[in-house]
């Protein structure tokens, strides 16, 4: 029992340490602290909570799996994972519109994205993203006690908020540097782009 435990806790880390390094965890975070001029601070705030609601979503799906069975993890992927891609596609393209709205000689219009309507979109492309490849863990840890499942959890939520941070820290100074006067008038544009891209690839690769 004690070598199952052990093994149960690994393979949640690792699959957890995984899939927080996918782009569409940490990059998007970065590229809209950008466009909304937020501080590394409210950046990492943002993303913070973003990534523990990534892990109550997908806890909740282990535990209802734990107490159903696996069949709803065909269900939960089918419907709810495509939505992350095009949530980021959403956001993407209201950045590029908003960058191209600006760039008209009699707009006086200097307001960005309500940070609340930002948020909120984030909070809704993580929620939507569950990490489906930990559920079977859930299933197996059912065998034993729920103090088990909740150990997941936590390893699951510390592993994911931690690594989500740790890369948009990196991403946030990486983005920053890009300040030259040639790029900086399509700032909103460029960003744009990268998210609807990052988008694109989330629902490609969800199919």
Known sequence: MYDTTISLIGATFFIALTHAVMPNHWMPFALVGKGQKWGLTKTLLVTAIAGLGHSITTSIIGFIIALLGFQITAHAEAIVEPLAGIVLIIIGIAFIVVGRFRQCPHSHNHAIFSDKLVVVSLLMMLSCSPCIAVLPIFLAAS?????????????????????????????????????????????????GSILTLVGIAVFLIRH
């Open 143 to 191: 065998a034993y006690n729920w103090g088990m499942l909740f150990c997941l959890f936590a390893i699951l939520t510390v592993t994911t908020v931690s690594g989500m941070v740790v890369l948009t820290v990196l991403a946030y100074y990486g983005v920053m540097k890009i300040n030259l006067c040639k790029v900086e008038h399509y700032e909103k544009e460029i960003i």
